[in-house]
T-cell receptor, first 115, second 109 residues
Framework: GAVVSQHPSWVICKSGTSVKIECRSL??????MFWYRQFPKQSLMLMAT?????????EQGVEKDKFLINHASLTLSTLTVTSAHPEDSSFYIC???????????FGPGTRLTVT | RKEVEQDPGPFNVPEGATVAFNCTYS??????FFWYRQDCRKEPKLLMS???SGNEDGRFTAQLNRASQYISLLIRDSKLSDSATYLC??????????FGTGTRLLVSP
């Protein structure tokens, strides 16, 4: 099946710093990618829909100025957590939609810990 | 009310047992339905799509009841490797997936 990669797989950062997470579709071009967040023992929550060449669409309650999304190419979307705080510590997962079969393929996730 | 509701479990079953998970969804306009499997600290992986006519994939059988807005997953002959969290997922439109909190399954020897 299709492969989606994320980098880094885990990151520890200090409060107040910014962290960038990359999501790449390795064997197909994805005009649409999605960013999710999962807190312990909770479900995945969609944060935003990333569209290549246009602005991301954020879900209600997600601060667009805090979670910056850039989808500059058909194989790469980035999520930057700006001025991270301990409450931003979570498992961030991206997915890429295959334009042929519309199936979403998930990346392996990035575990962010803010100290 | 949550958009997708599942019993969080855990369901503790012995190897070889049959176990069933249920899920309800609130948006009657939902278009497609899935079961995903998520292992601890890993990303979710698609287990199977769910169709109104019901579908089977080996030991796994999924059913959809649109009238009752209810989805089920049946696992027969449970294996140790089936231990995971099973996520009920609904596509509410525009490819937006809404995830349930998951049902945890523990299969013991």
């Amino acid at each position: 099946g299709a492969v989606v990669s994320q980098h880094p797989s885990w990151v520890i950062c200090k409060s107040g710093t910014s962290v960038k997470i990359e999501c790449r579709s390795l064997d197909f071009q994805a005009t649409t990618m999605f960013w999710y967040r999962q807190f312990p023992k909770q479900s995945l929550m969609l944060m935003a829909t990333s569209n290549e060449g246009s602005k991301a669409t954020y879900e209600q309650g997600v601060e667009k100025d805090k979670f910056l999304i850039n989808h500059a190419s058909l194989t790469l979307s980035t999520l930057t957590v700006t001025s991270a705080h301990p409450e931003d510590s979570s498992f961030y997962i991206c997915s890429a939609r295959d334009p042929v079969n519309y199936e979403q393929y998930f990346g392996p996730g990035t575990r962010l810990t803010v100290t | 009310r949550k958009e997708v509701e599942q019993d969080p479990g855990p369901f503790n079953v012995p190897e070889g047992a049959t176990v069933a998970f249920n899920c309800t969804y609130s948006n009657s306009a939902s278009q497609s339905f899935f079961w995903y499997r998520q292992d601890c600290r890993k990303e979710p992986k698609l287990l199977m799509s769910v169709y109104s006519s019901g579908n089977e994939d080996g030991r796994f059988t999924a059913q959809l009841n649109r009238a009752s807005q209810y989805i089920s997953l049946l696992i027969r002959d449970s294996k140790l490797s089936d231990s995971a969290t099973y996520l009920c997922v609904v596509n509410t439109g525009f490819q937006k997936l809404v995830f349930g909190t998951g049902t945890r399954l523990l299969v013991s020897p």
